[in-house]
């Protein structure tokens, strides 16, 4: 709406622009129950795309199997997302699927080549140390097909494996700029490999892949000061500090106020060693009278799992769906996120965002942000997440409800800020290179 308003010419102020915006959040979340397929119609999706590629090309933004609605959008905003992260299923993906959605709401036209949970091709393999992530191989005529439908302006790669790389070898090969997101230290995560052989081969990999990128992109986005340091150690020559996004089920649906006390609490994330899930079973234990939680898969779950049996006030949900974890946030009235690694911690914010109190640990990036770290809870040195939890819970419930409004207050607005930044980021780097 905000893109053809602009087109025609119509003053758009910045009430009304927030005004827009929210209304495209909330519609945003609407999914007909209606599901139809090519098939059924005798269609063939390569076929058409075979077709009729000089007219998506020109007018239609395409991303994957489905066509999407007529655009009259000008050539330069249009962008791809390459990711090796299968879209909702961590951290990362999420954070892209929140950006296309946000970016579309705001008048961008963009397509996102990655891996699809429903084709059994291209094959895939576990990630070294953890099978549950998978390492997708492109199919290379079908990320031609969708990138030859889309004709972007700009790529973002927004991981370090191969289809990571293969926006990389995009950019060059359409001579068009390539922005990097810097969401995970790779390198220092393959230090948790049980396998001395795939600590060095893996580490090797995402050093080289990191320095690649790096030193072919206009500019490098990274969650912490942390991480842009270390990307500008590897080769970045232009950094910049980007906020998080927040997904359209968490800002078009209203939270349930927060109960008085602590009587639930959750982790939800992977279920790796470097998250220290360990120390809520360690507090499950402790604190029988509050009810813990753990949602996530990882390569601990079959050990969580066994945990929880003997637990009466433990649950392992496993994987859920990110409309099921914010049931899960809404229910719990603290979230633990205990990481050693955590380039940002994107449930953080989700729970922020619902009027939760959060406790992290100082290894978090959520903390590098100033307008967020206050309203956050963190473990000190030493200290046990038992203990942190008893402390939280034994503080006046006017404290901890002040906590959760204005938590929750700057993590919306981080969110607003975060667009507004991408925006004005791509904007830049689109208008060096037109």
């Known amino acids: 709406v905000i893109g053809a308003l602009s087109r025609l010419g119509v003053s758009i102020t910045d009430p009304f622009r927030e005004r827009l915006r929210e209304a495209s959040g909330r519609s945003a979340g609407y999914r007909s129950a209606h599901r139809y397929t090519l098939a059924q119609f005798g269609l063939d999706h390569d076929e058409l795309l075979a077709r009729f590629g000089p007219v998506h090309e020109r007018f239609l933004d395409v991303e994957g199997e489905g066509a999407g609605s007529l655009s009259l959008l000008p050539q330069p905003t249009r962008i791809m997302v390459f990711s090796d992260a299968i879209p909702q299923r961590n951290g990362v993906g999420a954070y892209y699927c929140d950006l296309i959605e946000q970016l579309q709401a705001s008048g961008w036209s963009t397509g996102f080549a990655g891996p699809d949970e429903s084709r059994r091709w291209p094959p895939s393999i576990g990630m070294p140390g953890d099978p549950t992530q998978q390492v997708c191989l492109p199919s290379m005529l079908r990320v031609t097909r969708q990138v030859r439908a889309l004709a972007p302006r700009l790529i973002v790669s927004a991981t370090p494996g191969p289809y990571g790389m293969l926006g990389r070898w995009w950019a060059r090969q359409l001579g ?13 995560v393959t230090a948790h490999y049980p396998a001395a052989w795939l600590r060095v081969l893996s580490h090797h990999y995402f050093r080289y892949a990191d320095y690649r990128l790096f030193r072919d992109a206009e500019c490098v986005l990274g969650n912490s000061e942390p991480m842009l340091t270390m990307a500008a150690a590897r080769g970045a020559s232009k950094t910049e500090l980007i906020g998080t996004l927040l997904p359209a089920g968490i800002l078009r649906t209203t939270a349930s106020p927060p109960r008085d006390g602590v009587q639930q609490v959750l982790f939800a994330g992977r279920l790796a060693p470097e998250k220290n899930v360990h120390t809520l079973v360690e507090a499950a234990r402790a604190l029988p009278w509050i009810r813990f939680t753990i949602a996530g898969d990882g390569p601990l779950y079959d050990e969580l799992r066994q945990e929880a049996d003997s637990l009466p006030n433990l649950d392992c949900t496993g994987w859920v769906t990110r409309d099921e974890l914010i049931g899960h946030i809404d229910a719990a009235d603290l979230l633990v996120l205990p990481s050693e690694l955590e380039s940002f911690g994107n449930v953080a914010l989700e729970a922020m965002a619902r009027q939760r109190l959060v406790l992290v640990s100082p290894g978090c990036g959520i903390l590098d942000w100033p307008t967020l770290a206050p309203h956050l809870f963190c473990l000190a040195p030493r200290q046990s997440v038992t203990v942190a939890i008893e402390q939280i ?14 938590g929750a207050r700057a993590a919306l607005q981080l969110n607003s800020d975060s667009l507004e930044h991408w925006e004005r980021v791509l904007g830049t780097v689109l208008e060096a290179h037109s």
């Open 176 to 188: 068009i700029p390539l922005v990097v997101g810097f969401h995970t230290d790779f390198p220092g």
């Open 393 to 406: 819970a034994a503080l006046p419930a006017e404290e901890r409800r002040q906590r959760v409004t204005d």
